[in-house]
């Protein structure tokens, strides 16, 4: 599995796109609103790994909860599987709890599903596979 990106909770979506496009030097490629997730999102590409900015679309959305607990900073770490139902499968045989029964859609066209960080050392982990039109 290798990480496909980083998911960084921002307070500002445009004030935070200006500052990584400055920190990376390389234009935002993708922004995206997901709104069964209630996110805006914006993607950007380094190297083999994307950064992926979150920014809350409702006050009591999953990322406004996390701004106020915590700040900005890193949300969620994503690793790419080849088959997502199969992984989760072994990690939930492993004794690891998913926050969701079946792979949801999520930004940048994948289906993700995500790990309880109480069972992965305070780190939230994506899992995510590309979704192919079938
Ligand atoms: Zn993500």
């Given at each position: 599995?290798?990480?496909?990106?980083?998911?960084?909770?921002?307070?500002?979506?445009?004030?935070?796109?200006?500052?990584?496009?400055?920190?990376?030097?390389?234009?935002?490629?993708?922004?995206?609103?997901?709104?069964?997730?209630?996110?805006?999102?914006?993607?950007?590409?380094?190297?083999?790994?994307?950064?992926?900015?979150?920014?809350?679309?409702?006050?009591?959305?999953?990322?406004?909860?996390?701004?106020?607990?915590?700040?900005?900073?890193?949300?969620?770490?994503?690793?790419?599987?080849g088959d997502i139902e199969a992984e989760?499968?072994?990690?939930?045989?492993?004794?690891?709890?998913?926050?969701?029964?079946?792979?949801?859609?999520?930004?940048?066209?994948?289906?993700?599903?995500?790990?309880?960080?109480?069972?992965?050392?305070?780190?939230?982990?994506?899992?995510?596979?590309?979704?192919?039109?079938?």
């Amino acid at each position: 599995m290798k990480v496909e990106h980083i998911g960084i909770a921002v307070n500002n979506l445009a004030a935070s796109i200006r500052l990584y496009e400055k920190l990376l030097g390389s234009p935002c490629y993708k922004t995206e609103s997901v709104v069964s997730e209630q996110v805006n999102t914006a993607f950007f590409r380094q190297g083999e790994t994307k950064i992926e900015l979150l920014e809350s679309a409702d006050p009591g959305g999953v990322i406004a909860r996390f701004l106020e607990k915590r700040g900005e900073g890193i949300h969620h770490i994503a690793f790419e599987v080849g088959d997502i139902e199969a992984e989760m499968s072994r990690l939930s045989a492993e004794g690891f709890a998913l926050l969701s029964s079946s792979p949801r859609p999520g930004a940048d066209n994948k289906w993700v599903c995500f790990l309880h960080p109480r069972d992965t050392g305070g780190i939230l982990v994506e899992l995510c596979m590309e979704r192919k039109e079938s």
